[in-house]
């Protein structure tokens, strides 16, 4: 996915229908920011790939969070506003960097845009970014829907460049793929001020770092001000005094929604709170329930301040405050009868999760694993997580960005008398293994650890969509960029020449030869597979097959690759002539959606999957 | 219908769920209505459950459709309308397409397709109108028609015209692909005709049984 460069921006005052990361990208846009980078992840992909788009500024796909924030806070030094987004857990790799930046601060204003996945629709884990605020001691603006998401950005670099202070702009899942009207404005230029060296700010020595320390708490105390001062933070009045709500982020949207009669105090610029008026507010109303995603960080604050608020007491902890969840609590909180109780129970359906695609080059390398014997799968984040799911439950552990080779190292080292003979292989794709990957790779060879590494290289982030990176050779546009040579790259970490395969994952018997071998061999291997991604332009679609009916004896090896476009058909058990019962899937594919990919002819005993067209109908479908 | 329009629009990921609940708003806005639309996108390319929320009116809040609220619930799978139902008030409308498409874990044996899905949502009390949709887009020459021959059978249940939906339709492909510009004409009309027919052949249900994708 590489959107091309230089599209006509919408003029100024349109009103667009635009996803809180679409609203951003254009306020970033018309802010006059010279550079913007990223490395993608779910929900924060959009605001990059959307900015790329627009003309007149630097965009980039970096290697990972850290890298994307340092770039963004090196253009910032020099004086060029600046902007960087990442998911959630992208800033837990930024943190390094963030939290002696904040000792620096900024000349160009520099916006930092996290996307919480409140209600883990793509994460690992929950966890709430508000708290960087508190940690860094920087602002915090959070915006409700896509206008404010537009606004609140805007006004995120008039007050870094007032303060010199990044700004952390929070998002959550239901700011960044909610579409709502937006009116959009102009773009400023802004001139970078240039790079003004001055030791004592930016190198931060301890000696240097003992001076900027007072002047951080210096400004946390002026934004404090600030934000008491700010037109973000206000009081939405209603007539039901009985109960008032302290909200921020789209927890504003859903309180109103449930409650529009009872007041409200929205923040929009959370950290520091305005504890003095929201001490004031909370005496105007009986009682004040804080409705905060999804930490108690301002309950607790205000807690701390003396000021009788409820929280998180009566509201769940995890997941969105929608008003379906509300609305009970709150009636429970006010002795009222429960309004959600005639609320239809859900009708019960199979599950239906994510799966590989039609031809994944993934299929095959899950199905061989699924195969071999005695080994342990340490994985990591992508596409082939999938691969602790159905067909091949071949993927044993998977935590965070890089963590499959640490972990498989750990698994080595660690392993119980139970487990000597246990193989460990390790599973990663190729843009976590530039993102997180190599460094743990290193650390597999130099502590000689015995680790078979899977470095699965599709050309692509495949989960977030295709974006290009350094091991496709594509810049952000679509341009030719330098690509790295992951073959070369494994062998100057010091993986033996011997060790190291590059083999077609469509080819089952090599791939598994290939795992057999170097699982055996005590030391580290690297088996890289190397056919691109089946959504990005680099894939080449074949003939599909079908499955001759007559030929298919029901042996159902075919299903154990886990494509989506094989599907039983019918099931029965034979008596066979030892006395023992066996189970028949009978199966078709679906022509359609069938790439020609020809990994389900191998494992099939009796050749009964042959070319569609000898059949005379092909129904042959773009990709998506 | 309430004040705000609620419709919930639901499928698998790469049936085109979450264009057509962009033309949907499309239209709402066109009227001049504020609109705000909401899904989990993040895993929809592979294969898994998506839901798109479309509430418009004269203002909208929160961007979630309560359960128990919506007024319209357009399936684009017969399973996918089942596990959704809930989301409907109890006097909402489901359209529903029969042509079904079943995941692995089916495949492998580890959860059965329910019977009759169709049957399963009247059952527990909703006014179901279905029609096999897919098939419309296949006779048609590209099954990617079956989101417009979806939008064409809910033109007829919408608080506004039905020529306001076409013509967010066809604006769309008039900009992005003109070729398709007389085909998705065609998809809107048969989807709007086969909804119709459904209707007025509700007791029929013989009729919807289930077609294999």
Known sequence: MAPAASLNPAPAHSRLFMSGNDAVARAVWEAGVRVAAAYPGTPATEMLEVLSTYPDLYTEWSVNEKVSLEVAFGAAMAGSRSFCAMKHVGMNVAADALMTLTLTGVVGGLVIAVADDVGLSSSQNEQDSRTWGRFAHIPVFEPADSQEAYDFALAAFELSERFQTPVLLRLTTRVCHVKALVTVGERHTRPAAGFAKESSRWVMVPGHAARRLPLMFERE????????????????????????????????????????????????????????????????????????????????????????????????????????????????????????????????????????????????VYYTLSQVKNITVSGDIGCYTLGAGHPWNALDACISMGASMGMALGLDKGRGEADADRRIVAVIGDSTFMHMGMQGLLDIVYNRGNVTVLLLDNRAVGMTGGQNNPGNGRGIHGEEAPRVDFEQLVKALGVREERVHVVNPYELPTLFKRLREETKIPEPSVIITNQPCVLVQDYQRKSPFMVEEDTCTGCGNCVDIGCPAIHVTRRDTVLKPNGKEVARSFVRIETAACTGCGLCLQPCAPKAIVPASVAGKVHVLQPH | MSETTNILVVGIGGQGVMTATEILAEAAIALGHDVKKTEVAGMAQRGGVVSSHLRFGQRVLSPQITPGTADLLLAFEPAEGMRWRHMLRPSGQALMNVGRLTPPVVDLGLYDYPADPIAAVRAAGTRVVAFDATSIAVKLGEIRLGNTVMLGAISAYLPFSADVLEAAVLKRFAARKPALLELNRQAFAAGRAAAEQAAAHNTDSAREAAVPA
Do not use: W
């Open chain 1, 221 to 364: 105390q002026q934004l404090a001000i600030a934000a008491a001062e700010s037109s973000l933070n206000y009081v939405e009045d209603g007539g039901d005094r009985r109960l008032g709500f302290i909200a921020s982020g789209p927890a504003c949207m859903h309180v109103r929604e449930s409650f529009p009669d009872s007041p409200m105090f929205k923040l929009g610029f959370s950290y520091p709170a305005p504890i003095e008026r929201l001490r004031e507010f909370a005496a105007s109303v009986d009682r004040v329930v804080v409705a905060e995603e999804v930490e108690p960080l301002l309950e607790t604050e205000l807690k701390a301040a003396g000021i009788a608020v409820i929280g998180k007491d009566i509201l769940p902890r995890i997941g969105e405050l929608a008003p379906n969840v509300l609305k009970p609590a709150i009636a429970r909180l006010l002795g009222e009868p429960a309004p959600e109780s005639s609320v239809a129970a859900p009708l019960p359906v199979f599950p239906r999760p994510p799966t590989m695609c039609v031809a994944c080059p993934h299929l095959g």
